[in-house]
């Protein structure tokens, strides 16, 4: 294949660098703070190369002038930071359900840095996210975001702001559904929570000599962790799914 390299070629590959750096500086599983600004930079600059082929004819005519120049790159890297932004705000879910489960197994105190967003938070969550990171990977839902990567020159107009009505709506509905598929997996032990501090408010009355909290931790922390573990993997598949249809609406 041969390819000329002209002036054009050139402005459209650094404004398709704009565009792929924007999305996967901030997006599930490329985006991670845990890796490497050099891995990051590399894959961008890669993943432009490859890219550039594809959708350099939609980027033309390029104009030459620098302010119109300049306001469609600063278009591109807007468009590239609104789409990541929007699919990491998919991966909250495993945040909030954490915090969730480890609130009621007695945990929302132990907390550790998310090694994916660089914040603290409660270890059950960051041990969430880091999961759903691996497995976003391993069952090749990584091709979906360079799928979508193409797609948004299909779907996004390079020289025109994305509406902004539609991408607050868009991210409401994002923010909700993470909210929802949250409570699912975190449902199971919501439920063992009340029904195990209703028993422990029922023992207390019964027998008030019985000194509650020093019975009821370790307890509440061994069967939790029992259930944590058998109920892993239905919840990392629900949670996968979830993740796998939202991902899916950025693509065509």
């Given at each position: 294949m041969v390819y000329d390299i002209t002036s054009q070629a050139v402005l459209a590959f650094i404004l398709v660098l704009f565009r792929v750096g924007g999305m996967l500086s901030v997006m599930p599983a490329f985006g991670e703070q845990g890796m490497s600004s050099r891995v990051r930079i590399g894959l961008a600059v890669s993943m432009s190369f490859v890219m550039l082929p594809l959708v350099e004819a939609k980027l033309q005519p390029i104009p030459l002038e620098p302010i119109p120049l300049i306001a469609m790159g600063i278009t591109e890297?807007?468009?590239?930071?609104?789409?990541?932004?929007?699919?990491?705000?998919?991966?909250?879910?495993?945040?909030?359900?954490?915090?969730?489960?480890?609130?009621?197994?007695?945990?929302?105190?132990?907390?550790?840095?998310?090694?994916?967003?660089?914040?603290?938070?409660?270890?059950?969550?960051?041990?969430?996210?880091?999961?759903?990171?691996?497995?976003?990977?391993?069952?090749?839902?990584?091709?979906?975001?360079?799928?979508?990567?193409?797609?948004?020159?299909?779907?996004?107009?390079?020289?025109?702001?994305?509406?902004?009505?539609?991408?607050?709506?868009?991210?409401?509905?994002?923010?909700?559904?993470?909210?929802?598929?949250?409570?699912?997996?975190?449902?199971?032990?919501?439920?063992?929570?009340?029904?195990?501090?209703?028993?422990?408010?029922?023992?207390?009355?019964?027998?008030?000599?019985?000194?509650?909290?020093?019975?009821?931790?370790?307890?509440?922390i061994w069967i939790g962790l029992i259930m944590f573990a058998l109920l892993l993997q239905a919840m990392m598949s629900m949670y996968m799914a979830h993740v796998e249809d939202q991902f899916i609406q950025f693509t065509q």
């Amino acid at each position: 294949m041969v390819y000329d390299i002209t002036s054009q070629a050139v402005l459209a590959f650094i404004l398709v660098l704009f565009r792929v750096g924007g999305m996967l500086s901030v997006m599930p599983a490329f985006g991670e703070q845990g890796m490497s600004s050099r891995v990051r930079i590399g894959l961008a600059v890669s993943m432009s190369f490859v890219m550039l082929p594809l959708v350099e004819a939609k980027l033309q005519p390029i104009p030459l002038e620098p302010i119109p120049l300049i306001a469609m790159g600063i278009t591109e890297a807007l468009i590239g930071l609104i789409i990541g932004s929007i699919m990491r705000l998919v991966m909250m879910a495993t945040q909030m359900a954490g915090t969730i489960i480890a609130f009621q197994l007695s945990l929302g105190f132990v907390t550790a840095v998310d090694p994916t967003q660089g914040t603290q938070g409660a270890i059950i969550g960051s041990f969430l996210a880091l999961l759903a990171s691996v497995l976003i990977f391993t069952t090749g839902l990584h091709h979906v975001l360079i799928a979508a990567i193409y797609d948004s020159y299909e779907i996004f107009n390079p020289r025109t702001l994305p509406d902004i009505g539609d991408t607050s709506q868009l991210a409401l509905n994002t923010i909700t559904a993470a909210f929802v598929i949250s409570v699912k997996m975190s449902a199971p032990f919501l439920v063992f929570g009340l029904i195990f501090y209703a028993g422990l408010g029922i023992i207390s009355k019964l027998m008030p000599q019985i000194q509650i909290f020093f019975v009821a931790i370790p307890a509440n922390i061994w069967i939790g962790l029992i259930m944590f573990a058998l109920l892993l993997q239905a919840m990392m598949s629900m949670y996968m799914a979830h993740v796998e249809d939202q991902f899916i609406q950025f693509t065509q």
